[in-house]
């Protein structure tokens, strides 16, 4: 991506030197996020988190083609070799106040990141849509289990890494507890099945459109509400209906829309908790601060994942693939010079996660 808002180009760029402890990976496939059209839109650049030029795509993952001579095990001390699919994580710097002290490595103050760019910047091939990338020796890796599609693989390494980061933080689900999940697209729909079998007794997603929410309820959603059918009083007095009267025990926010914030905040009960997810309008939202203590909420966010979450996430799809369909998830396969065309479906919501296969032609 050369420009923000305007089509991507296919750019042939050289493999770099390896450093000992990194590898070249051959991407196997690479899933789009919404994350990409807020990229492609520019949304993120005034920040500074998205830099020009940039090989797109976040959600990868690889064989290894060559692998550095000082690399030689994965995050579980288990032996890495040339062609093992692998996932690995961002690159935290391991020596700021974050990584080190208070163990936070997703707050790292010098992180490198896949698919933000710049494409200009060693070691270049840092992005999924592409032939090839190069794992950064500072890249925690796990292998992906061999049961899995690579492609839902791959979707788990950014969607539902970031939920279980996020569940991990806002605490355990009882088996007495609502749920509510805020957003039906990736996010959404693997928040909704870590809750199904952390044994919540009801899930609630609101959302759109409604073959999300039709799939919503395929994957055990005992309700789900329809943003276009429903206005926001009719969706709390809902929930609250399904409550007896008190409102969720958990707000999971994963539809990026700040509006959504402010409706998350008034489906809890005293008591409960919210945790925040998807947001990414830039635009400020107004509440009282009398929520918070008040009622006593318990509000939490997180962003990203470090490796132990990959790892979790993946183990997650291989564990319950039968008893979740997952691969509804999955929409079309694109080769590179497809890319344009997958970047506007997800933009238009016509599929749910468009997968790119670099090897693939067309």
Same mark, same amino acid.
């Given at each position: 991506m050369n420009e923000y808002k305007q089509p991507l180009e296919v750019r042939e760029i050289?493999?770099?030197?390896?450093?000992?402890?990194?590898?070249?990976?051959?991407?196997?496939?690479?899933?789009?996020?919404?994350?990409?059209?807020?990229?492609?839109?520019?949304?993120?650049?005034? @920040?500074?988190?998205?830099?020009?030029?940039?090989?797109?795509?976040?959600?990868?993952?690889?064989?290894? @083609?060559?692998l550095g001579k000082d690399r030689r095990t994965d995050a579980l001390g288990r032996p890495l070799q040339e062609g093992d699919l692998v996932a690995w994580s961002y690159a935290?710097?391991?020596?700021?106040?974050?990584?080190?002290?208070?163990?936070?490595?997703?707050?790292c103050a010098n992180a490198r990141m896949y698919g933000w760019g710049s494409a200009d910047q060693f070691p270049h091939l840092t992005g999924g849509f592409s032939e090839y990338a190069y794992v950064m020796p500072l890249c925690d890796v796990v292998k992906v289990p061999e049961n899995l599609d690579p492609a839902l693989a791959a979707s788990s390494t950014c969607a539902f890494r970031t939920i279980v980061h996020g569940y991990e933080k806002i605490g355990k689900i009882e088996t007495i507890d609502t749920v509510v999940i805020q957003g039906s697209g990736p996010v959404g729909l693997y928040a909704l099945a870590f809750a199904i079998q952390s044994g919540a007794r009801q899930t609630i997603c609101i959302g759109a459109p409604a073959s999300r929410l039709e799939l919503a309820g395929r994957w055990g959603a005992n309700h789900t509400?329809?943003?276009?059918?429903?206005?926001?009083?009719?969706?709390?007095?809902?929930?609250?209906?399904?409550?007896?009267?008190?409102?969720?025990?958990?707000?999971?926010?994963?539809?990026? @829309?700040? @509006?959504?914030?402010?409706?998350?905040?008034?489906?809890?009960?005293?008591?409960?908790?919210?945790?925040?997810?998807?947001?990414?309008?830039?635009?400020?939202?107004?509440?009282?601060?009398?929520?918070?203590?008040?009622?006593?909420?318990?509000?939490?966010?997180?962003?990203?994942?470090?490796?132990?979450?990959?790892?979790?996430?993946?183990?997650?799809?291989?564990?319950?693939?039968?008893?979740?369909?997952?691969?509804?998830?999955?929409?079309?396969?694109?080769?590179?010079?497809?890319?344009?065309?997958?970047?506007?479906?997800?933009?238009?919501?016509r599929e749910v996660k468009p997968v790119i296969i670099p090897s693939m032609q067309g």
């Open positions: 050289d493999v770099p030197e390896l450093e000992p402890d990194a590898m070249i990976v051959e991407v196997e496939a690479s899933t789009m996020c919404g994350t990409d059209v807020h990229i492609h839109q520019g949304e993120y650049a005034s @920040a500074g988190l998205s830099k020009l030029p940039l090989v797109m795509g976040h959600e990868i993952v690889g064989r290894i @083609a060559v935290w710097c391991g020596r700021c106040f974050w990584c080190t002290i208070s163990k936070q490595p997703t707050a509400f329809d943003i276009g059918e429903t206005d926001v009083s009719e969706r709390r007095e809902r929930v609250l209906e399904l409550t007896e009267g008190r409102g969720a025990d958990l707000v999971v926010e994963c539809s990026g @829309a700040g @509006a959504a914030f402010v409706e998350g905040m008034n489906l809890i009960r005293r008591g409960g908790r919210y945790l925040i997810l998807g947001q990414a309008d830039p635009n400020p939202v107004e509440i009282s601060g009398t929520y918070f203590n008040l009622r006593q909420l318990t509000v939490a966010g997180t962003m990203s994942a470090d490796i132990s979450h990959y790892y979790r996430a993946l183990q997650f799809l291989s564990d319950h693939q039968e008893k979740f369909p997952f691969h509804e998830l999955l929409g079309n396969k694109y080769g590179l010079s497809g890319v344009n065309d997958a970047l506007e479906s997800m933009k238009a919501m």
